[in-house]
């Protein structure tokens, strides 16, 4: 897990089950098969948790450690079970292979510890009571990590905690930057320790998670609503999400609930805005499709956009985004069309600063509008971002639209 | 970093960096927001490594403490300064914005510090020398990160490290599956561990990476090019680029070369293909522009495809494909055009089972032609594999015409 090809999702899934159980991961660390840094390292960890999970380094060859260096740091021997030793030969037999010497190491384990079965591979799992703490040796690869903790550890644990209820609330929210909504939402939440609230933040996409935790489920949501409305409150129509749900699912679930549909023209943005309207499963059923014009000639052939309307205003304005928007729905006979036309860099070919970008948006009602947004960041930046901004001006004016 | 949301691959990106230096990875840690517990891991960090690299917590927000724990454990001072203070100012002010209170709080740096610029956002880079250690605070956004590190912290680091000649070969590769292409080269790159070699594997896209370490550079290329040219020699053209460049820049380069054009028509892909060209700066010289058509209604009146055709052969079919890439070349004008139309899943439309794709393209030489793949996964790789496929097909058509 040192190397840099190495990415690490058992601390994911293992987070992810700790905390539904109540508990919060305080520490993760990641070192070499050095056996004097591993007991180090465990030492360390039971000094400072009551629950210490080492993942990996169970196998048979000469450096993996662990089992070695939790004896030594728990200051207890290995023993040498030959139960373990025949299991592992008669798995190795079931296949028409002879176990190899080493895989003798895989028998021994921590003086004391409970033995858990590993129906997915030769290293079984070690679980070992210490005083007030537990510490568990758990087989690194994923596929044998997870069936084990989750069928065996998760309900062991359970055991040994206080009954508490977590309970959460989440908010994604777009059209402002994470400083402007910690400005906002801060003097709310810097207000309670429980609820924590964590802001997690991507372009045009910031989320942000409330966890109680209480005796009762009532009391957790007691807590809950306490910080967690004023904080919705405060956020407003910026939230396009409370479970989750990407932008573009949001506008599909509205889409499908009006029995409308929808078109696309792009510049800018290059495909963009459809690829994410498209990669929702079932969005057959409400895009029709879309225009990714990049040049002046696509936007007035493909398109039919008025050619003096760009030599008037150049491509990146607003009439133009309109008049793309317009013509996109009025070619595809969608019910709206959004269109994005700008500079997304590094050169510009109107005059435009990069990052200036004009959304278009045509609907059943009104005429087209057109909002002009002032993007940071390089080329990659700029299009998530406008792609971002379209899709989340589709999203207010369906929600204004009603069912 | 410690929910459950969050992959790291900042830590991967700086280990492939700090390997290519010849640095080690001796220890990942992940801890909280508590300025105590961050203090004291620093702390034990340069207690242990001679480069310390600090990355997140550079925000604005009250729970942006890494400034405040690298300053303490490094028993200096923070220094406040105006010069930052007036750029991260400035930033806003172009974006027509105002800068918030709390901002100010990026405008501070350990004293000693020499700041690094960040082209990509309003928190700098610090790089702290201290004894024969350095320790480095870095943007937790990949998008931070990632050039501040490889555009400026390289070349410092370099600067400190013993002289040791590091070269490396990389090879990315498309159309074979990662274990196709292990046992095809295997048996060459097994019996040398200088270079080594790495194999990176993402939908459609393998990359092999030889990195040799010798005294001199003419010995680390002898080392290189006795395993990479038999390597090289295997993959043959299944070798796309040999410079890391991703395939829609070598295709950009390619039909730059030979001043030709490009369209796109997409109907199971929605825009991704369009998308991945576009990414390219620069890429309005040669991309003309696309059609998502996505319902058979838009295949006909956007596009202009046979009714008929599609009666007869169903959307997905090599037929259509064919004549979607030729109607898109024609209507847009471009010297070629790719097309794809397939069912992504998990629903399908036309009875053909998810995972079935037919690639069309059109070009100056000879008639349309397509080509049928049956794609593994779900929706989301479908859809990536697909237009992985269709970029292919492209480069191979550019490099069979030639100059």
């Not at 994470?178 to 964590?198: G, Q």
Request: hydrophobic residues 40%; aromatic residues 4%.
């Amino acid at each position: 897990m040192l190397t840099s090809q190495r990415i690490d999702t058992n601390s994911l899934f293992l987070t992810d089950q700790l905390n539904s159980l109540g508990v919060e991961v305080r520490r993760k660390l990641i070192v070499g098969d050095d056996r004097a840094v591993l007991t180090a390292a465990i030492r360390q960890a039971l000094a400072q948790a009551e629950i210490v999970i080492l993942t990996g380094g169970l196998g048979p060859t000469e450096d993996d450690l662990t089992r070695e260096a939790a004896a030594e740091a728990l200051e207890r021997a290995l023993v040498f079970r030959q139960d373990l030793c025949d299991a592992i030969e008669e798995r190795f037999r079931r296949r028409q292979r002879k176990m190899a010497e080493n895989n003798k190491r895989q028998a021994y384990v921590v003086e004391g510890a409970e033995v858990i079965a590993n129906p997915n591979g030769t290293a079984v799992g070690q679980w070992i009571e210490t005083g007030e703490r537990v510490v568990m040796l758990l087989p690194g690869p994923p596929g044998e990590l997870k069936p084990m903790f989750a069928g065996e550890c998760v309900a062991r644990l359970a055991k040994k905690l206080p009954a508490q209820v977590i309970r959460t609330r989440f908010y994604r929210v777009t059209g402002m930057t994470e400083s402007d909504l910690d400005h906002l939402i801060s003097p709310v939440y810097t207000k309670y320790t429980n609820p924590t609230t964590t802001i997690l933040a991507s372009p045009g996409d910031i989320q942000v998670h409330l966890r109680a935790r209480a005796a009762s489920e009532a009391e957790a949501e007691r807590l809950l609503a306490e910080a967690g409305d004023p904080i919705q409150e405060l956020l407003g129509d910026r939230i396009f999400s409370c479970n989750g749900d990407s932008l573009e699912a949001v506008i599909g679930a509205m889409l499908r609930e009006r029995g409308a549909t929808v078109a696309v023209a792009e510049s800018c943005t290059g495909g963009m805005v459809a690829e994410r309207l498209t990669a929702v499963a079932g969005s057959s059923d409400y895009f029709l499709g879309g225009f990714v014009v990049y040049s002046n000639g696509m936007k007035e052939q493909a398109l039919g956009v008025d050619p003096e309307l760009i030599a008037r205003h150049t491509a990146v304005s607003g009439e133009v985004a309109e008049a793309m928007a317009a013509q996109a729905r009025a070619r595809t006979g969608a019910d709206y069309a959004v269109s994005t036309t700008g500079e997304a860099g590094p050169k510009t070919r109107t005059g435009a600063p990069p990052g200036t970008v004009f959304v278009g948006l045509a609907g059943p009602e009104g005429p087209p509008e057109s909002r002009r947004f002032n993007l940071p960041g390089d080329r990659t930046r700029v299009r998530m971002f406008a792609t971002q901004a379209a899709l989340d001006m589709l999203r207010r004016k369906l929600a204004k639209a009603g069912r």
